[in-house]
């Protein structure tokens, strides 16, 4: 099982910028990582995803354009960037890995490796 430690989190107003990173305890070069988010009252969802087999990614809809993921496999480590945030991206944000997913990068169940999360509060 794959340990994943998100850090990076906190307030910011809105218009501003984070850099999430997530540490996973072992080799991430065999795994798609991605980042999903969870509002308080709404389900869990997607954010970003990146494959393992090379540079594809892929955005919700709503962060398009402002979040941008990326990985470094030599430091077993993922990172969302996040610009232009809005008060509705206010979440925590969890980072998960799965071992060779290619398709449905997007979809919670391609994913059994989970972080703790880190609160992102995007004031307005």
């Known amino acids: 099982q794959m340990q994943l430690v998100e850090s990076g989190g906190g307030l910011v107003q809105a218009g501003g910028s984070l850099r999430l990173s997530c540490a996973a305890s072992?080799?991430?070069?065999?795994?798609?990582m991605a980042w999903f988010r969870q509002a308080p009252g709404k389900e869990r969802e997607s954010v970003a995803a990146?494959?393992?087999?090379?540079?594809?990614?892929q955005y919700a809809d709503s962060v398009k354009g402002r979040f941008t993921i990326s990985r470094d496999n030599a430091k077993n480590t993922v990172y969302l960037q996040m610009n232009s945030l809005k008060p509705e991206d206010t979440a925590v944000y969890y980072c998960?890995?799965?071992?060779?997913?290619?398709?449905?990068?997007?979809?919670?169940?391609?994913?059994?490796?989970w972080g703790q999360g880190t609160q992102v509060t995007v004031s307005s």
């Open positions: 072992g080799r991430t070069s065999t795994y798609t």
């Open positions: 998960a890995a799965g071992p060779y997913v290619t398709r449905g990068m997007l979809s919670r169940e391609m994913y059994g490796n």
């Open positions: 990146a494959s393992w087999a090379g540079s594809s990614t």
